[in-house]
C-alpha cells in the first residue's frame, strides 16, 4: 500500500528570477553567436536556451487547502502542500489532489429495514482526502469511489434496523437518528479508509416508507398512537379511582360494600375513559 510521502520544494520565486535572468542570457548570447557566424557557440547557447526553456516546466502553483502529487516516470516521488509558487524537477508530473471539505446527498434508496417494509432513505456525507498518495493510486477514481461506497453501507446499515421500535430499547432509524448517524459514520469511514478519506460527518436526509405502504403504516402508527394515548388514560383513570375510594374510606363520607365499590369503580372508569362527554343520570331514591 502507497503511503503519503509530504515533501519540500524549493521557492518558486526565486527559481522565476534565476530562470527569467538564464533565459535573457542565453537568448543573447545565441544571438550574438549567430550574427558572429560562430557555429559551435550557436550550438552551445541553443543547447543551453532549450535547458532554461525546459526548467520553466519545474515551477508550478499550490493552492491554499490543495496539494500537488509528484511523480517521475511513474514511480511515486512525494506531495507538497505547503502553498505559494514552487520549483521541482521539471521532468515530474505533478497531479492536483483537492483536500477541501466535500459533502454529497446520496440518492434515495429503496430497501427493506429489518422488518422487511420496503422504505427510502438518503444520506449526506462530509469528507475529506487526508491521504493524497491513497487516493490517487489504490484507487481507480477516489470520488466515485466514495459515492458507491457510502451508498452501499447506507443500503446496509437501513437492513438492520427497523423503521420504527417496536421493542423498548431497540434502535430504529426514525427515532434513534444521533445514534444512526454515528454507526453510519463508522460504516462508510471503514469503507473508504484504504482510499485515502476521512468522513467528518454523516446524518440520515430522507427516510419515509415507500408510497406502496405509506397509507397502510399510516394507519399503523396512528393505530399505535391511540393505544398509546388511552394507556395513558387507563392508567389515570385507575390512579383516580383509586385516590377517590381512599378518601372516601379515610374521611369516613359514606360506607360501600363491595358490590357498591364494583358498581361505583365502573362508573367513575367510564366516565374517566369516555372519549365523549357521559350523560349524568340522577337518582331520586336511596343509593340501594
Known amino acids: 500500500m502507497i503511503r503519503e510521502i509530504e515533501r519540500s520544494a524549493a521557492s518558486g520565486y526565486l527559481a522565476f528570477i534565476v530562470l527569467l535572468a538564464a533565459t535573457v542570457v542565453s537568448l543573447v548570447l545565441l544571438i550574438r553567436a549567430v550574427n558572429a557566424g560562430n557555429g559551435v557557440l550557436a550550438v552551445t547557447y541553443s543547447l543551453a536556451l532549450l535547458i532554461v526553456l525546459i526548467s520553466w516546466f519545474g515551477l508550478f502553483v499550490v493552492n491554499p487547502n490543495e496539494a500537488k502529487v509528484l511523480q517521475l516516470f511513474g514511480s511515486y516521488v512525494g506531495t507538497v502542500r505547503a502553498p505559494g509558487l514552487k520549483f521541482a524537477n521539471p521532468f515530474y508530473t505533478k497531479k492536483k489532489v483537492s483536500v477541501r471539505v466535500r459533502n454529497f446527498e446520496t440518492t434515495k434508496l429503496k430497501v427493506n429495514d429489518r422488518h422487511g417494509n420496503p422504505i427510502e432513505i438518503a444520506s449526506v456525507v462530509v469528507w475529506r482526502v487526508v491521504d493524497t498518495a491513497e487516493a490517487l493510486f489504490e484507487v481507480d477514481n477516489y470520488n466515485e469511489y466514495v459515492h458507491v461506497q457510502s451508498e452501499a453501507a447506507l443500503r446496509g446499515l437501513a437492513t438492520n434496523y427497523p423503521y420504527d421500535a417496536h421493542e423498548e430499547g431497540e434502535l430504529s432509524l426514525s427515532h434513534n437518528a444521533a445514534e444512526i448517524s454515528d454507526k453510519l459514520k463508522e460504516e462508510i469511514q471503514e469503507r473508504l479508509a484504504k482510499a485515502g478519506v476521512e468522513v467528518l460527518e454523516s446524518r440520515i436526509s430522507h427516510l419515509a416508507y ?37 378518601d372516601l374510606a379515610q374521611k369516613e363520607i359514606i360506607r360501600l360494600d363491595e358490590e357498591k365499590k364494583a358498581q361505583m369503580v365502573s362508573n367513575l372508569l367510564v366516565v374517566l375513559c369516555s372519549d365523549r362527554n357521559p350523560q349524568p343520570v340522577v337518582n331520586a331514591g336511596t343509593i340501594y
Not at 214 to 243: D, N, T
Open 210 to 246: 415507500a408510497p406502496e405502504i405509506a397509507s397502510a403504516m399510516l394507519q399503523r402508527q396512528q393505530a399505535s398512537a391511540i393505544i398509546a394515548a388511552r394507556k395513558k388514560i387507563v392508567e389515570g383513570a385507575v390512579g383516580m379511582v383509586e385516590m377517590a375510594l381512599s
